[in-house]
């Protein structure tokens, strides 16, 4: 059988083919999937690779993925929770999960809301992020989803498998996505607006205030307000004692128009779990139970019993939190003895650098053993930074800190 992977429509062969090898068939693809292509990090992981396999040493700062055990109380409320007979589980999540983080959030940010109508568990935030936009975009109205760039690419990719026009907003230079920073078209197109705090890949935090001029200005236009809080708690205790804030502290009761994605990747260490929720408006909550039903999207019953345990419980996350601090002091010191400028970074799991040429540098950097993330990786107004992921831990971080000054100086 011969593929071509251009194009899915069935060509007869000939009788002596149809004999030899049945049908033959172009692929033909969905047009976003070719215009999106593959990841662009995906060249780096490559040498990277082929770096370790001869032999060479390599400190991988590229990838968000942390590598600190999870706690074990986690995976033991998994293992005890596997059931004897398989089933399927519930879209909208167990109960207990929905309670537990009901109850994370107000410990966290001292909101209310109701486990039952708005609350509902996700296969990890990606998904989520990827697919909400298929519940509430309408293809033949023009609809349009804004996402700040650089950031991360799935708000992109999520708009236009949806139908929707994707709009790009260059941040500033603190990589603050603000009301201002829409037109009042852009506002009036805008079927979805999204926020990400704190900031992949920049770190930077929207205050309280921006958050409610924000969801003044998507009231106005009755457009709806998400916001990826997935790192919301990882940040530096000194820089955020109370924590970042979250749109849902800004909303009115029952979170009309808005809706919180979190996760507990970072948070807990569970990114291989893939375990999250969306919250906030019960009327978008019961749209995407619709759609996920219809789609079969669900976390595992097993899983959901250990996002209990990790939602229920605050001092893991603090403790994973220090250590992500300790990491940034380390890279800190050589960034700041090169003179370096570290933007934003007190929260979330990266560290912005400002430097010249990003692929010039990372270029540099790979070849001596240290792989870093260029900026214009994550979108127009990336270039001239480098994003380093705190994976490595605090001794491979202090054996890259003399690579960076080598390197850099």
Not at 127 to 140: I, K
Not at 187 to 199: F, K
Not at 333 to 362: H, Q
Not at 379 to 384: D, Y
Request: charged letters at 25%; hydrophobic letters at 40%; glycine letters at 8%.
């Amino acid at each position: 059988m011969r593929v071509s992977v251009r194009n899915v429509a069935w060509v007869p062969a000939g009788r002596q083919a149809r004999r030899d090898f049945g049908y033959r068939y172009l692929m033909r693809l969905n047009p976003i999937l070719e215009q999106l292509g593959s990841y662009p990090i995906a060249v780096v992981h490559e040498r990277a690779r082929a770096m370790r396999e001869s032999g060479r040493t390599v400190i991988d700062f590229s990838i968000g993925d942390p590598r600190e055990p999870t706690p074990s109380f986690i995976p033991d409320a998994l293992k005890s929770s596997v059931p004897e007979v398989s089933q399927y589980p519930t879209t909208a999540g167990l109960g207990d999960l929905r309670n537990a983080i009901v109850g994370y959030l107000q410990r966290r940010f001292g909101v209310d809301l109701d486990p039952e109508t708005q609350v509902i568990a996700t296969s990890g935030s990606k998904e989520a992020v990827f697919n909400t936009p298929l519940a509430f975009v309408d293809r033949s109205s023009g609809d349009s989803v804004v996402y700040g760039t650089p950031g991360y690419p799935i708000y992109e990719r999520g708009a236009l498998f949806a139908g929707a026009a994707a709009e790009p907003v260059i941040l500033r230079e603190d990589f603050v996505l603000r009301a201002t920073d829409l037109s009042a078209q852009q506002w009036r197109r805008a079927r979805i607006v999204w926020i990400c705090t704190p900031h992949n890949p920049t770190g930077a935090v929207t205050e309280r205030s921006e958050l409610l001029d924000l969801l003044d200005a998507a009231r106005a236009s009755d457009t709806l307000l998400f916001s990826d809080e997935c790192y919301a708690d990882v940040y530096e205790e000194s820089a955020f004692p109370n924590g970042p804030p979250s749109l849902l502290q800004v909303a009115d009761d029952g979170s009309p128009g808005v809706l919180s994605f979190l996760s507990l990747s970072k948070r807990s260490g569970m990114t291989g779990y893939r375990s999250g929720a969306i919250v906030g408006d019960p009327e978008a909550i019961a749209a995407l139970k619709k759609l996920r039903t219809a789609t079969g999207t669900a976390s595992p019953e097993f899983v959901q019993a250990a996002a209990v345990a990790a939602w229920s419980d605050d001092a893991h996350a603090g403790k994973r939190r220090r250590a992500f601090a300790a990491k940034r002091a380390v890279l800190r010191k050589a960034f700041d003895k090169l003179g370096m400028r570290v933007v934003a970074s007190e929260a979330g799991l990266y560290m912005w650098i400002e430097t010249g040429d990003d692929l010039a540098t990372t270029d540099r950097l790979l070849e001596a053993g240290v792989v870093v993330s260029p900026g214009r990786f994550f979108g127009p107004g990336g270039e001239g930074y480098l994003r380093l992921a705190l994976v490595p831990s605090v001794e491979e971080c202090e054996q890259a800190v003399e690579v960076l000054v080598q390197c850099l100086s």
